[in-house]
């Protein structure tokens, strides 16, 4: 059973293009991580959301925690051939000890 | 400062044989995972070692294990491989755990056949 579902599964989009990669679970988190990860490499870290409504932005990207720290998203603005990547959700999980719980993923591809 | 570094970086065995994966973290982190990632089922979590302890460990067989030694690096041993094994293995290192940032190593693609 996957506790984190992402969607889209695969996105594929043309350069300029605006995008939302959803994250969702029944269950709640005391963090979530996004990551990308590109092709024979391992995931890299994109932003740390901890309070439930939370809104990082990062330059293009726009990451969004839900009130109730189940869900969140993802948003990209005039979408680059450069963020091209599997984008993949993680929530922290306190159950007696600390776990991270990887979402099913995302593949964008975006197109010049 | 160097990165995470597993070794080797691909990996091929037969079904039955055993195998052994290194990690490296990065200096002064203490907190080692462990994933396994496959396209069916994404990335699971295996285990996370910190200051040589098993912490915490995900949902596979006693076939999976690992160890940490002294200085942080870590090591995996998966036994009587299986087909199903296939998989890219990655490891990432953070300073205290899992909810601090954790930096991945490029993986280590094993193929069993």
């Known amino acids: 059973t996957q506790l984190l579902e992402q969607s889209p599964q695969f996105l594929s989009i043309q350069e300029g293009e605006n995008l939302t990669v959803y994250c969702n679970s029944s269950?709640?988190?005391?963090?979530l991580q996004w990551y990308r990860q590109e092709p024979g490499e391992g995931p890299v870290l994109l932003v740390t959301?901890?309070?439930?409504?939370e809104v990082k932005k990062l330059k293009r990207l726009t990451f969004q925690f839900g009130d109730a720290r189940k869900d969140s998203s993802l948003h990209i603005t005039a979408a680059q051939p450069g963020d091209t990547g599997l984008y993949l959700c993680?929530?922290?999980?306190?159950?007696?000890?600390?776990?991270?719980?990887f979402g099913t993923g995302t593949r964008l591809l975006v197109s010049p | 400062k160097a990165g995470v570094t597993q070794t080797p970086r691909y990996l091929i065995k037969t079904r039955g044989q055993q195998v052994t994966l290194s990690c490296s973290p990065i200096?002064?982190?203490?907190?080692v995972s462990w994933y396994q990632q496959t396209p069916g089922q994404g990335l699971q979590f295996l285990f996370e070692?910190?200051?040589?302890?098993?912490?915490n460990k995900g949902n596979f067989p006693g076939r999976f294990s690992g160890r940490q030694f002294s200085n942080s690096r870590s090591e995996m041993n998966v036994s009587t491989l299986e087909l199903g094994d296939s998989a890219l293995y990655l490891c990432?290192?953070?300073?205290?755990?899992?909810?601090?940032?954790?930096?991945f190593g490029q993986g280590t693609r094993l193929t069993v056949v």
């Open positions: 959301v901890v309070t439930g409504g």
């Open positions: 990432a290192s953070s300073s205290q755990g899992v909810d601090t940032e954790a930096f």
């Open positions: 993680a929530g922290v999980m306190n159950t007696g000890f600390q776990k991270l719980v």
């Open positions: 269950s709640v988190f005391s963090s």
């Open positions: 070692y910190f200051s040589e302890t098993q912490r």
């Open positions: 200096s002064g982190h203490r907190s």
